[in-house]
């Protein structure tokens, strides 16, 4: 009922415009439906993904198949129940699972929704791993362990995956020259994206050698 009360009263005739008792009995009719109407009204933006909270994301998750509650101890000590921000975009990312065709091209589609401005790289190596290349984004703590736990990228099954986490593409590597790997004339990679950070002929506490720098 998306029209008011008032436009249903007023399509009774003149003949009865004037009849106290039979307005407020046919208002506290039309009262009835019209609550049952507005909340009807509210069930679809109170279950869009983008406005869910709370309970309403819970049922959302049962229906993907997503609890709020992982099967991990997040690696900063907090709660295995995820927050409503983080939960979300669980959710996102198993309905993309869900629907997944299996190309790693999908994969870089589903990321570029849940991570709009950042970038990955999945390298395929032939012998059942992918290997998996994270850049451009500022992961909160449980983001990572989600992602390092398979929650979050498609995997197929029985194919082990090994990710890597920087700040900025492209990753260093040998032979290759990419968006998303390159030389010496780019730059090291930033392994975990925390220091120390590899370089030659240093060693302080933001550049080691081989021994203790991060590189990939």
């Known amino acids: 009922m998306s029209e008011t009360l ?9 003949q009865y415009q004037n009849s106290t008792k039979f307005l407020e009995w046919l208002t506290a009719i039309l009262n009835i439906l019209h609550d049952a109407s507005t909340a009807t009204d509210s069930i679809d933006p109170a279950f869009d993904l983008d406005n869910a909270i709370g309970a309403q994301l819970d049922v959302i998750g049962a229906i993907v198949g997503q609890g709020r509650t992982v099967n991990f101890q997040p690696t900063d000590g907090t709660s295995p129940v995820l927050d409503d921000v983080t939960y979300r975009t669980l959710l996102k ?3 993309g699972i869900n629907q997944w065709s299996g190309q790693i091209a999908d994969i870089e589609s589903l ?3 849940l991570f709009p401005g950042g970038m990955i790289c999945v390298q395929d190596n032939q012998d059942m791993t992918l290997d998996v290349a994270v850049a451009g984004l500022d992961l909160t703590v449980i983001m990572r362990d989600l992602i390092k736990n398979g929650y979050v990228v498609p995997r197929p099954q029985g194919v ?3 990710f890597m986490f920087g ?3 492209p990753f260093f590597g040998y032979n290759l020259d990419n968006d998303y790997i390159s030389g010496y004339e780019s730059w090291w990679a930033q392994g975990d994206g925390e220091p120390p950070i590899f370089a ?3 060693n302080t506490a933001a550049f080691q050698g081989f021994d203790q720098g991060n590189w990939s």
């Open 93 to 95: 990312a198993k309905i």
């Open 160 to 162: 082990l995956m090994n």
């Open 167 to 169: 700040r900025e593409l």
């Open 6 to 14: 008032s436009y249903y009263t007023g399509l009774i005739t003149s």
């Open 200 to 202: 030659y002929d240093m």
């Open 111 to 113: 990321w570029a929704i």
